[in-house]
């Protein structure tokens, strides 16, 4: 028997002695016949089974993500900021720092604490000196001068003598009812019925009243 003749699969395998015929257990099969038989079962087998191949996964590359920002630099910038005086720059920046930090799971760093404080610090005396400002242009510091004492004096001798003529009136300014504080000089600018206007000069400012305003300012009355 030959070795290529070994993997036949007959029930009772039978090689005649000098190997060229084999026995499937009816007839005599001469070799080259059960050589081919071998090669059909070999390929129904394969077709019937087949071997499974799996392919190789494919390699996928991390997707790089982007380190979160601790937002240190934020946090820096905001108290230069600060320190400068752009409240509102700082402020922001400090905010956003600070909210940065937590996310990357730190604590916020000192410095946008610092630049908070000068941010919202730089932020209410700018929106006093804003106020002041305007305060003063209005007129609001005027009325504690001598000069804006008097006016506010003659005006509410105007008042009391409205409430018993009907009117207002030049003789209410008379030195028996009315007398400027030294140094001061009060002028009538306009006189009727209904409305008047007042100027007062000292050696430095010049202020008016207008009854329909009631206000001392340094606007001449129209």
Known sequence: MTDELQDLPPARPQWSDDGTRWWDGRVWVPKEEALRWRD???RASAVK???VHQPPAPVVSPVPVAPRSSGYAMSVWSFVLGLLG????AIVLGH????RSRQAGLQPFFWSRLGLVFGYLGLVVGTGVVLFLLYVGRGGLDEHTAAGQSLLAA???????RSLYGGYGMAALAPSHFRAAPGVEVTVVRMETTSYCLRARDQVVVLYYDSRDRAVTRTPCS
């Open 40 to 42: 059909e079962v070999a």
């Open 86 to 89: 752009i409240s509102v720059a």
């Open 49 to 51: 089974a087949p071997s």
């Open 155 to 161: 005006a509410e001798v105007e008042r009391q003598y």
């Open 96 to 99: 956003v720092a600070r909210s």
